[in-house]
Nanobody
Framework: QVQLVESGGGLVQAGASLRLSCAASGRAFNTYHMAWFRQAPGKEREFVAGIRWSGSTYYADSVKGRFSGSRDNAKNTLYLQMDSLKPEDTAVYYC??????????????????WGQGTQVTVSS
């Protein structure tokens, strides 16, 4: 089992950068597939970025080229570097973890463990 705690959210202006962190407790963090999702008011939770246990990354089209996901297995921490932020990036951001194979890691239902979320607000 793993517990996840996000941090690093805040209020920024459009064009600014933020780096989110997700601290994981529990064993074998390096074996989990990790991901970032976000949920804006009145909208469904959507996939943002994925970081497989191998370190390979993949992104939603809406953030490709602006966001970068990474992990530090020695620190049991997942990161999301967000650059060139836009007002439409405003949402609560969640990290998620899954152990083992799943057919589509862009789906929220693939993930067994979730953090409590951190608010990101981008003003225009």
């Amino acid at each position: 089992q793993v517990q996840l705690v996000e941090s690093g959210g805040g209020l920024v202006q459009a064009g600014a950068s933020l780096r989110l962190s997700c601290a994981a407790s529990g064993r074998a963090f390096n074996t989990y597939h990790m991901a970032w999702f976000r949920q804006a008011p009145g909208k469904e939770r959507e996939f943002v970025a994925g970081i497989r246990w191998s370190g390979s990354t993949y992104y939603a089209d809406s953030v490709k080229g602006r966001f970068s996901g990474s992990r530090d297995n020695a620190k049991n921490t997942l990161y999301l570097q967000m650059d060139s932020l836009k007002p439409e990036d405003t949402a609560v951001y969640y990290c998620a973890a899954r152990l083992g194979h799943y057919t589509d890691l862009r789906q929220a239902q693939a993930y067994e463990y979730w953090g409590q979320g951190t608010q990101v607000t981008v003003s225009s």
